[in-house]
Nanobody, 119 residues
Framework: QVQLVESGGGLVQPGGSLRLSCAASGSIFSIKAMGWYRQAPGKQRELVAGIISGGSTNYADSVKGRFTISRDNAKNTVYLQMNSLKPEDTAVYYC?????????????WGQGTQVTVSS
C-alpha cells in the first residue's frame, strides 16, 4: 500500500513562515514527480509548486519568491518552505506524487494539512 503523509501545517501570523513535509511510503519503485496543491474555501484546488525527478521546479505566480519546494530522494520526502506568508495563503495544502509501484504508475494524494495565516 502506497501512501503520502503530510505534516507541518498550523496557524501563523502574516509575514511568518511554515515548513510542510510529505513522506511517501510503501512499495514504491520510483517517484516521477511530487508537488503541493492548495484549496481555499469556495475555491478550486490549485497547484502551488512542483518538482520532478530531475530536480526542475515550477511555482504558481502567487508564491514565486516566497515559497521553495525541495525533495529528499533518499527519504521519498518533499518539502515546502513557505516564507512571508499572507492571509490569502490560507488553505488546506495537499501533497501529490506521481509514482510507480507494484500496481503500476498512479497519482497519489495526501490527506491534507491546514495552513491558516491570521493575526
Amino acid at each position: 500500500q502506497v501512501q503520502l503523509v503530510e505534516s507541518g501545517g498550523g496557524l501563523v501570523q502574516p509575514g511568518g513562515s511554515l515548513r510542510l513535509s510529505c513522506a511517501a511510503s510503501g512499495s514504491i519503485f520510483s517517484i516521477k514527480a511530487m508537488g503541493w496543491y492548495r484549496q481555499a474555501p469556495g475555491k478550486q484546488r490549485e497547484l502551488v509548486a512542483g518538482i520532478i525527478s530531475g530536480g526542475s521546479t515550477n511555482y504558481a505566480d502567487s508564491v514565486k519568491g516566497r515559497f521553495t519546494i525541495s525533495r529528499d530522494n533518499a527519504k521519498n520526502t518533499v518539502y515546502l518552505q513557505m516564507n512571508s506568508l499572507k492571509p490569502e495563503d490560507t488553505a488546506v495544502y495537499y501533497c501529490n506524487a506521481l509514482m510507480t509501484s507494484a500496481l503500476g504508475v498512479d497519482d497519489y494524494w495526501g490527506q491534507g494539512t491546514q495552513v491558516t495565516v491570521s493575526s
